[in-house]
Antibody, heavy 122, light 107 residues
Framework: QVQLVQSGAEVKKPGASVKVSCKAS????????IHWVRQAPGQGLEWMGW????????KYAEKFQGRVTMTSDTSSNTAYMELRRLRSDDTAVYYC???????????????WGQGTLVTVSS | EIVLTQSPGTLSLSPGERATLSCRAS???????LAWYQQKLGQAPRLLIY???NRATAIPDRFSGSGSGTDFTLTISRLEPDDFAVYYC????????FGQGTKLEIK
């Protein structure tokens, strides 16, 4: 079955950067968009953007423009999300998720990674 | 940005009862691009419904979605113990946004 396995928890200082990985398996990696969603402790869900692993094309939520970069490596079927200039309110669980329909950017999030906790603290 | 408001914030029901969860959008959701997710504590969300009324793969038929425009509903016809969780609606007709969630708890 489809699997998305994310990298482990991170602790960062304010102003630093974090890069979270998401390794996909059991499906054609280049056929489906990968989305990133975050969830602050005890809070709701927030969509951050997507990457098309086939083309490398990206779309970011306006809130994260200039601070986030999403990339992918088709040789290892891995997607990455880098967030820069971290603040304390970036403390959250970061999820990668695969879109429902192949070659479609629609943000219907069918398969999810297990989440990566990023803690920003001085 | 489309703001989604879910109600109620918490819903207390017993197994076997019917649950009705509401999601209201601040403006019309294009093409009824509205999804519902279930999230249990410490787990990733699970897709239940997309396109307002289409059940995702392997979702039991006791879950149903309805609505259009700005008003959407998730109905769970007969609650099972495994259904008690937090439910989020999400619109993807424009830059995606989520509702704040409805907690479904055992009465």
């Amino acid at each position: 079955q489809v699997q998305l396995v994310q990298s482990g928890a991170e602790v960062k200082k304010p102003g630093a950067s974090v890069k979270v990985s998401c390794k996909a398996s059991e499906y054609s990696f280049t056929a489906y968009y990968i989305h990133w969603v975050r969830q602050a402790p005890g809070q709701g869900l927030e969509w951050m953007g997507w990457i098309n692993p086939n083309s490398g094309g990206t779309k970011y939520a306006e809130k994260f423009q200039g601070r986030v970069t999403m990339t992918s490596d088709t040789s290892s079927n891995t997607a990455y999300m880098e967030l820069r200039r971290l603040r304390s309110d970036d403390t959250a669980v970061y999820y990668c998720a695969r879109g429902l329909q192949f070659f479609d950017s629609a943000e219907i999030l069918q398969h999810w990674g297990q989440g990566t906790l990023v803690t920003v603290s001085s | 940005e489309i703001v989604l408001t879910q109600s109620p914030g918490t819903l207390s029901l017993s197994p076997g009862e019917r649950a009705t969860l509401s999601c209201r959008a601040s403006q019309s959701v294009s093409n009824n691009y509205l999804a519902w997710y279930q999230q249990k504590l410490g787990q990733a969300p699970r897709l239940l419904i997309y396109g307002a009324s289409n059940r995702a793969t392997a979702i039991p038929d006791r879950f149903s979605g309805s609505g259009s425009g700005t008003d959407f509903t998730l109905t769970i016809s007969r609650l099972e113990p495994d259904d008690f969780a937090v439910y989020y609606c999400q619109q993807y007709g424009s830059s995606p946004t989520f509702g704040q969630g409805t907690k479904l708890e055992i009465k």
